[in-house]
């Protein structure tokens, strides 16, 4: 079983907007779950997802240098430590977002398959409403 998510994206933001997107309590809020986030190494953050859909995520932030944000990731209802990182690059179209989640494979027996396969796909999710949220901040302003 595959133990890594790796999504990348090229957005044609600046990075410094995706940054504070992906690490603001506010915007995070805004485009992803309701989070108690700062990126500030050592914070103990929560994000809650409304409605009865996922669990409450907890977690320590482990990195938020300019550009580079590591955090520890646990479902509360299956609660093991999984690593989720985040890398920000400049590029001539804009912003390369790459996001790493690691450590899946710790849960166990079919656990792990259904677990890899919910992060997958909420991945998938959250970068898209990552991408809908900075088309719609940039056109707002």
Same mark, same amino acid.
């Given at each position: 079983?595959?133990?890594?998510?790796?999504?990348?994206?090229?957005?044609?933001?600046? !990075?410094?907007?995706? *940054?504070?997107?992906?690490?603001? @309590?506010? $915007?995070?809020? =805004?485009?992803?779950?309701?989070?108690? #986030?700062?990126? $500030?190494?050592? %914070?103990?953050?929560? #994000?809650?997802?409304?409605?009865?859909?996922?669990?409450? !995520? /907890?977690?320590?932030?482990?990195? @938020?240098?300019? %550009?580079?944000?590591?955090?520890?990731?646990?479902?509360?209802?299956?609660?093991?430590? =999984?690593?989720? /990182? *985040?890398? &920000?690059? $400049?590029?001539?179209?804009? =912003?390369? &977002?790459? &996001?790493?989640?690691?450590? !899946?494979?710790? %849960?166990?027996?079919?656990? @792990?398959?259904?677990? #890899?396969?919910? #992060?997958?796909?909420?991945?998938?999710?959250?970068?898209?409403? &990552? =991408?809908? %949220?900075? /088309?719609?901040?940039?056109?707002?302003?």
């Amino acid at each position: 079983m595959k133990d890594v998510i790796i999504k990348e994206r090229i957005l044609n933001h600046p !990075i410094d907007k995706v *940054w504070n997107a992906i690490t603001n @309590a506010k $915007e995070i809020s =805004t485009w992803f779950i309701e989070a108690d #986030f700062k990126a $500030e190494k050592g %914070y103990q953050y929560t #994000f809650n997802a409304s409605g009865g859909e996922c669990s409450p !995520i /907890k977690g320590e932030v482990k990195r @938020a240098n300019p %550009y580079t944000l590591v955090y520890s990731w646990i479902v509360t209802e299956n609660p093991l430590e =999984t690593t989720v /990182k *985040w890398v &920000l690059e $400049e590029v001539e179209e804009g =912003t390369k &977002l790459y &996001l790493e989640h690691s450590g !899946i494979s710790g %849960y166990k027996g079919e656990t @792990a398959v259904e677990m #890899f396969n919910s #992060f997958n796909g909420g991945w998938d999710n959250c970068i898209s409403g &990552l =991408t809908d %949220y900075l /088309k719609q901040m940039i056109h707002a302003g």
